[in-house]
C-alpha cells in the first residue's frame, strides 16, 4: 500500500476524526496511486494515522476510511458500514408512513461521498467521490443482501463528479429500472417524484421535519409557499388544515408534478393555486396587489455553492425575505430556510433580522429548523450541517 505523508502540524483535524485530507496538508505521497486506490496516510513524524482513498484531482486529496490502521478495506467493511447506518435507521425503515428516507449520509455515516436514498421498493444512490466509486459494485451487492428493494438507481450529481475528476454516471445499477413516477408516503401525504429527472436524487427529504412542523402550525392558515418544486410544504400545510395554499416556482415541470400530487392527496381544487413564475419578481407583483398571508415559506435553491459566491448570495437571502416579511399579516408566520453550506446559522439569522428590520417590522424566533435525523451530523464533522430554517413571528 502506498504512503501518504503530511506536513508538520497537519495531522490535528485526522486526531479529531475529521475524514478530509485537503492537498495543502500533504507533503508527498511515495510512488503513485491510481484514484480511489487506499493509500496509508502518516504523519510528518511517521506515525500511522489510518487508511484513505485516494483522490488526485480534487482538493479535498484523500478521504479517511478508517482510523484504525489494522482494518481492512475491503468488501465485508463496505458491508458492515451499510448495515450499520441502515440499522440507524430501523424504525424509519419499519414505518409504512416513511417510505421515503434517507440511508446513508456520506461522511456522517463514515461513508465519504456516498448517498443512498430509499423510495418505497427502489434505491437511489450517489457516489460523489473516488473512494466509493472505485468500491460501486461492492456497495451495490451489499445493499442488494440488506435492504429488500426492486432496483437501485444511480443519480449521482455531475457537477461534484467532476470536481473529483470523475465522469457523469446516472443509470440503472441492478434490478429493475424505477417506473418515471415512484410514490412515497410521508405520515400520510403521498408524494409523487422522478429519480431520473427530479432534484438531487428525486426528493428533498431533508425537509421531513419542517413538513411536519409546518403541518402543525397551518390549520386554517393561508399560506404563500415559494419555490415549492413539487408541492412539499403546499401539501403538509393542506394536511394540517390550511385554508389556502398559494405556491409559486419558477420550473413548470416541478408545478406539473406539484399538481399531481395535490391531486393525489385529493384536496379540492379550490385549496390551493399554482403560480409558474420568478419568486423575486411574483412577491414584489403580490406586494403590490395587497394579498396578505398567515405563513410564507421561503425555500430557495442553494444560492452560494462556495464560500466566493456568499456575499451575492447574502444579498438574495435578504431580498426573498424583505418581499416574504411584506407580505405576511401582523402575527403571522416566517418559515424561512437556507441550504447553502457556505452561509451559516449565525449569518442566515442576521440576514433575516435585517431583513425583517428594513421591511419596517419586529418578529421573534419561535424554532430553529435543521435537515432530518436521517441526514445525521458527523460530530467530527460539522460540515455535514447544510440546511438551516427559521419560523419567526412577524408583528
Ligand atoms: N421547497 C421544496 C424544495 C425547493 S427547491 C421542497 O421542500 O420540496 C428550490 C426550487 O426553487 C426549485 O423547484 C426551483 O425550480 C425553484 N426556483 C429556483 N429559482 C427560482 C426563482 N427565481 N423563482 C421561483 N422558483 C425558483
Known amino acids: 500500500m502506498k504512503t501518504l505523508h503530511l506536513n508538520k502540524g497537519r495531522d490535528s483535524s485526522l486526531l479529531r476524526r475529521h475524514p478530509w485530507v485537503f492537498s495543502g496538508a500533504i507533503d508527498r505521497l511515495a510512488g503513485s496511486a491510481a484514484p480511489g486506490e487506499t493509500v496509508r496516510v502518516l504523519a510528518a513524524d ?97 445493499l442488494q443482501r440488506l435492504v429488500p428493494c426492486r432496483g437501485i438507481y444511480e443519480r449521482s450529481e455531475a457537477s461534484v463528479r467532476q470536481r473529483e475528476g470523475l465522469p457523469p454516471a446516472q443509470g440503472l445499477l441492478w434490478g429493475e429500472e424505477p417506473p418515471a413516477l415512484l410514490e412515497i408516503n410521508e405520515n400520510g401525504r403521498l408524494y409523487g417524484l422522478s429519480v431520473a429527472h427530479g432534484h438531487k436524487t428525486g426528493f428533498y427529504l431533508d ?50 408534478l406539484a399538481q399531481a400530487n395535490f391531486q393525489r392527496n385529493g384536496f379540492d381544487s379550490s385549496r390551493y393555486a399554482l403560480h409558474c413564475a420568478n419568486a423575486f419578481e411574483y412577491l414584489r407583483e403580490l406586494k403590490q396587489s395587497g394579498e396578505r398571508f398567515d405563513i410564507v415559506v421561503l425555500d430557495p435553491p442553494k444560492f452560494a455553492e462556495t464560500k466566493a459566491q456568499f456575499q451575492r448570495a447574502a444579498r438574495a437571502y435578504k431580498d426573498i425575505a424583505l418581499q416574504g416579511v411584506a407580505l405576511l399579516r401582523p402575527g403571522g408566520l416566517l418559515f424561512t430556510f437556507s441550504c447553502s453550506g457556505a452561509i451559516d446559522l449565525p449569518l442566515f439569522q442576521k440576514i433575516t433580522a435585517d431583513a425583517v428590520l428594513d421591511a419596517g417590522r419586529r418578529g421573534q424566533i419561535l424554532h430553529y429548523m435543521h435537515q432530518a435525523a436521517d441526514h445525521p451530523v458527523g460530530l467530527p464533522f460539522p460540515e455535514s450541517l447544510y440546511l438551516k430554517g427559521l419560523v419567526c413571528r412577524i408583528e
Not at 106 to 124: H, K, S
Not at 211 to 236: D, H, K, P, W
Request: hydrophobic share 40%; aromatic share 8%; charged share 25%.
Open 46 to 142: 511517521g506515525r500511522v494515522l489510518g487508511l484513505a482513498a485516494w483522490s488526485p484531482s480534487s482538493q479535498i486529496r484523500a478521504r479517511m476510511w478508517t482510523f484504525d490502521a489494522d482494518e481492512r478495506i475491503d468488501a465485508d467493511l463496505f458491508t458492515r458500514r451499510l448495515a450499520a447506518s441502515i440499522e440507524r435507521r430501523r424504525a424509519m425503515l419499519d414505518d409504512p408512513q416513511r417510505t421515503g428516507c434517507r440511508l446513508v449520509y456520506g461522511e456522517a455515516d463514515e461513508l465519504p461521498g456516498l448517498v443512498v436514498d430509499r423510495y418505497g421498493d427502489f434505491l437511489v444512490c450517489q457516489f460523489q467521490c473516488t473512494g466509493v466509486d472505485a468500491w460501486k459494485a461492492e456497495i451495490v451487492a451489499a
Open 207 to 256: 425537509q421531513f421535519d419542517n413538513r411536519e412542523l409546518l403541518r402543525s402550525m397551518a390549520s386554517g392558515q393561508r399560506v404563500l409557499n415559494c419555490f415549492a418544486y413539487t408541492g412539499g410544504f403546499g401539501i403538509a400545510a393542506l394536511q394540517g388544515g390550511a385554508s389556502h395554499v398559494r405556491n409559486v416556482d419558477s420550473s413548470a415541470p416541478s408545478l406539473e
